[in-house]
């Protein structure tokens, strides 16, 4: 006989589960058991048990993300699934399809207010597209089926919450196992849609805003790019699969943007957006004709009013334009972007030199903006994408971290990246690289983490250990909430609560069995990256980084540029007092 802590694990590795992330206990320990027995028999799935719920349900999101296939978290009695919950969100706004397991008191104590009881169908109703508590084995394994189907279906979160008195229950004897629908196909937009499309596009000074939901049809936006002339601004998770070998790409747009986008935004009559949900309406351009391809029609129009929809797959959808679309052989606009991009690459670079500070601009830069001649950010990251393999999995915490990678590392061969990129949560850096690197062992994969991010999840760089998980963690330690700093200056405040009383973050994942090393000069950075990339085994950099640089945005305003200056005169005369 199967029970249904059986059943739901068995189903779940027959799939391709690879492995369950959690904290063990009560109320899931039927399950916990069966994995343990069935890893054992088989040795296709695996536990991984974490320090904290959080971890599990960000690394987990970080699988679900790299391979589009279900990830499994799990969270027992009431505060082991309120844990989850951060991570659920980064899922669930990163359409990642993820189940999670969570524990329940028995059946007959539900609703009594029992020890650690917690309302998790309330808890999670708006972070799940499926939330379900099984009341009954013979709901098995229906239930697991409408979970699993929902999370792919809506590319979100499914709950299966499961009391503690069934797991261990047995299943009638004709129960069939669980079956799994395959995935959908989808169309192009309608034809009388794309023709509209075609005629706007033809002969118009045309800029392409694309997002990650064109990564699948990277050739035809690299050829609806050329047929059109039109410059590419990336979204962050676009990077991925469309940065490398792009002639037509400009960088990002927004706060980690750059000038040449901005401009491109600006220069075109007509905005196409293909893929794209980037959500800061302040960045987008106006007056211009809107365009956008989207397979979610819920997305068309939410960010800008659009003039043209198209409602469809972006590949399918690309293949009918360019089949109608004429070569614009106008190519002054998709020249003085790119132009502008390489000019703005050229003085960004500059910056990653270790002797930078010591030359004549720099000496005078410094001054102002680091006195005590610390690591510059930007030079860790340009090491980092210089030597790290072109398969590294790269993921970055939530503020400066995803600033540096977005401008210093291109994402060139098959390298991936995976971030907190719609939640915008912090900490999520080191426990999406444990996830990825569990999925792979042999593929590198680094962590762009604040110190304040890292803090926060501490007690997970021991899993890197206890489950042999070679992941590089590299620590851009400011000793501040640097994101918030620079937003507190350029609104012309002086930063408060910001400031991290960081201990020696490399001793202290020395002692908890990483191998790890403190960097302190800008001379030893690319040998301390070079040997953390080269080890076999988790390492951890603590770099002291540049706590004052400024990420100068795309378009900055006068006003902001008073706010830094009234800013920085309240911080000097607070420290003066």
Known sequence: MTT??????????????????????????????AIRRRGKDREDIEWVGVRHEEAAAFAVS?????????????????PGSVHLLNGLYDAAKSHAPVLAICGQVPSEEMGSDFFQEVDNDRLFADVAVFNRTVTSASQMPQLLEQAVNAAYAAQGVAVLTLPGDLGGLELAKDTPAPRFAPPPAFAGAPEDQVHAAVEVLSGAKVTLLVGCGAKHARDEVLELAERLGAPMVLSLKAKEGLERDNPYEVGQSGLIGNPAA???LDGCDVLLMVGTDFPYRDWYPQGKTVVQLDVRQAHIGRRISVDHALVGDSRATLCDLLARLPRQEERGHLEDAVSSYADWREGQERLTRPDHDHSLVGKVRSVFDNPDDLIRPEAVAAVLDRLAPDDTVFTSDTGMSTVWLSRFVMMRGTRRLVGSYNLGSMANAMPQALGAQALDRSRPVVAFAGDGGLMMLLGDLRTAVTYRLPVTVVVFDNSRLGMV???QEQGGLPEFGTQLDNPDIAAVATAMGLQARRVTDPQDVEGAVAWALAHDGPTLLDVVTNPDEISVPPKPKVGQAWGFAIAKSKEILTSSR
């Open 485 to 487: 700093k620079l937003e």
């Open 62 to 78: 970080a699988q679900a993300q790299l391979t589009g296939r279900i990830a499994v978290c799990m969270g027992t009695v009431g």
């Open 4 to 33: 249904v802590a059986e059943s739901i694990v068995d189903a779940l590795a027959d799939h391709g589960v690879r492995q369950v992330w959690g904290v063990v206990g009560d109320a899931l320990n039927p399950v916990t058991d």
């Open 262 to 264: 901005a401009e491109a």
